[in-house]
């Protein structure tokens, strides 16, 4: 969607090392900001999701940062492994809709 | 269960060629979606339900019909097909108190020549 983005479009990370995926919006109305994992050839999965008036959450090995001020949003995975190679895609809704960033591709190295 | 099925995986048609995009879901959920994404960007909403009965327009509508008789189906149709609807088409569908949590099919991969 127009007004979600993501930072960079790809990120190499070591195996066992954080990584953290940036995107910015332009939505201030949105309720929520959610991501999303997308591995090869299927259908995006659920991540995690935060609410407008929150600033963090976290949940399995992830934590999302929002920060309203600069309408920047974040995902940290800890202890990155291979199987978290994968297209990540930040989104927001608003109503029902959903309106997706571009994705930034994680690689993962041994 | 099976989750949310799309049909076909993979579909070639000629330029003003119709079809019906298959989608079903076993989970009982209120909410589906159509998405289509292409290459290097992230999924644009075409059309919505929150309920058998009931669609609406999402970001992208023209072009296609969906229509919601039963909870379980969403079909999504293209009426004359073009070369600009090749793309990879997704549905999703998700519980009405967990909206953010949708579960998505495997998708269809469309190329119109």
């Known amino acids: 969607g127009e007004n979600v983005g993501l930072h960079l479009p790809t990120l190499s990370v070591q195996e066992g090392d954080n990584s953290i995926i940036n995107c910015a919006y332009s939505?201030?109305?949105?309720?929520?900001f959610i991501w999303y994992k997308q591995e090869s050839g299927k259908g995006p999965q659920f991540i995690i999701d935060i609410r407008s008036n929150m600033d963090k959450r976290q949940g399995q090995r992830v934590t999302v940062l929002l920060n309203k001020t600069v309408k920047h949003l974040s995902l940290q995975i800890a202890a990155t492994q291979p199987g978290d190679s994968a297209v990540y895609f930040c989104a927001e809704k608003r109503d029902y809709k959903l309106s997706f960033g571009a994705g930034t591709t994680v690689t993962v190295r041994a | 269960n099976a989750g949310v099925t799309q049909t076909p995986k993979f579909q070639v048609l000629k330029t003003g060629q119709s079809m019906t995009l298959q989608c079903a879901q076993d989970m009982n959920h209120e909410y589906m979606s159509w998405y289509r994404q292409d290459p290097g960007m992230g999924l644009r909403l075409i059309h919505y339900?929150?309920?058998?009965?009931?669609?609406d327009q999402g970001e992208v509508p023209n072009g296609y019909n969906v229509s919601r008789s039963t909870t379980e189906d969403f079909p999504l149709r293209l009426l004359s097909a073009a070369p600009s609807q090749t793309s990879v088409y997704f549905c999703?569908?998700?519980?009405?108190?967990?909206?953010?949590?949708?579960?998505f099919g495997p998708g269809t991969r469309l190329t119109v020549t």
């Open positions: 939505n201030s109305a949105s309720d929520y």
């Open positions: 999703a569908s998700t519980h009405r108190d967990r909206e953010n949590e949708q579960y």
């Open positions: 339900s929150v309920g058998a009965g009931i669609t």
